[in-house]
């Protein structure tokens, strides 16, 4: 849909912020979050519109970056600190919005490392990976880009923890991939 706003929060705070976005934006938005149980963060009180399109830097690293989407933010992080334990320390970028991307940001983690990581808790076929490829391609860099994420087909179903595990989106998936991707 031409100028809609695609959000997917990584927890029940940030949610209800992307609500409130939604809410004072002026124009379509679509709000994409899992089933499931939150992440029983606390909830700010003082809710505030989030800037439209702009990431969150969540850990800072120096070896590489994982792009995560809302739902896939928690195990990247949970990752990142296994990797880093494993001598691979890397960003984890919180990208909130699928459309508009955080053009800026991304382009800024491509040109430092060299090779971009995107995770997603949804099919990989025209998802958020998909656009960040769009991105680097409308901008002509080359890189290597590891896309995590649902294949396209039916997938069974059964509880978050199973499929994630089920299709290498949980912890131990990413790190697997992530260290075949990085050698």
Do not use: C, W
């Amino acid at each position: 849909m031409p100028n809609i706003t695609l959000m997917a929060p990584k927890d029940e705070n940030e949610l209800q912020h992307m609500l409130k976005t939604a809410i004072d934006h002026n124009g379509p938005v679509a709000l994409r979050y899992p089933r499931g149980n939150g992440y029983g963060v606390p909830l700010e009180q003082d809710l505030k519109a989030l800037p439209i399109g702009q990431a969150e830097l969540v850990r800072e690293g120096e070896h590489g970056v994982l792009l995560a989407l809302g739902a896939m933010v928690y195990p990247a992080l949970e990752a990142a600190e296994q990797l880093a334990q494993q001598g691979i320390d890397l960003t984890v970028i919180n990208t909130r919005f699928v459309k508009p991307l955080d053009q800026e940001l991304i382009l800024q983690m491509a040109q430092r490392f060299g090779r971009l990581v995107t995770l997603e808790e949804n099919v990989l076929q025209g998802g958020f990976g998909t656009a960040v490829l769009e991105l680097l391609e409308q901008k002509g860099i080359q890189l290597p880009v590891l896309r995590i994420g649902y294949p396209d087909s039916y997938i069974e179903q059964g509880e978050q923890h199973e499929l994630r595990a089920a299709y290498g989106l949980d912890k131990d998936g990413i790190v697997t991939t992530v260290l075949k991707f990085m050698q």
